[in-house]
């Protein structure tokens, strides 16, 4: 499990292809978690779900922690609608408002 903070668009976690690249042969499987994006801090909680997760098996090859999938499926079907509309973390703000009134 390769967890780290940097990702490269079209490959996934730049320290996990050279991890992966380093064990090629192996039969080693390797998992990449992105965390912290944005600055986001990276809790206790979250790495032991992951951890769990990875033991269990039941991971995909390349996961982002934490992320509201819901949320940023929200504002990018919103831009392809209607293009740029404006900045984003404002409408981001006003989707999760959104969202937690949709569940709560």
């Not at 690249?21 to 790495?47: E, H, M, V």
């Not at 951890?51 to 269990?56: D, H, N, P, Q, R």
């Not at 609608?81 to 404006?86: E, L, M, N, P």
């Amino acid at each position: 499990m390769v967890v780290e903070k940097s990702l490269a668009p079209g490959i996934g976690g730049t320290l996990a292809t050279d991890v992966r690249t380093a064990l090629a042969g192996s039969g080693i499987p390797i998992f990449t978690a992105i965390a912290g994006l944005g600055g986001r801090a990276i809790t206790k909680a979250s790495l032991l779900s992951l951890f769990k997760k990875a033991e269990a098996g039941t991971l995909d090859d390349l996961l982002f922690l934490d992320l509201n999938l819901p949320l940023i499926q929200r504002h990018l079907d919103r831009e392809k609608q209607q293009g740029r509309t404006g900045p984003t973390a404002e409408n981001l703000l006003s989707d999760i408002r959104a969202l937690a009134a949709q569940i709560g």
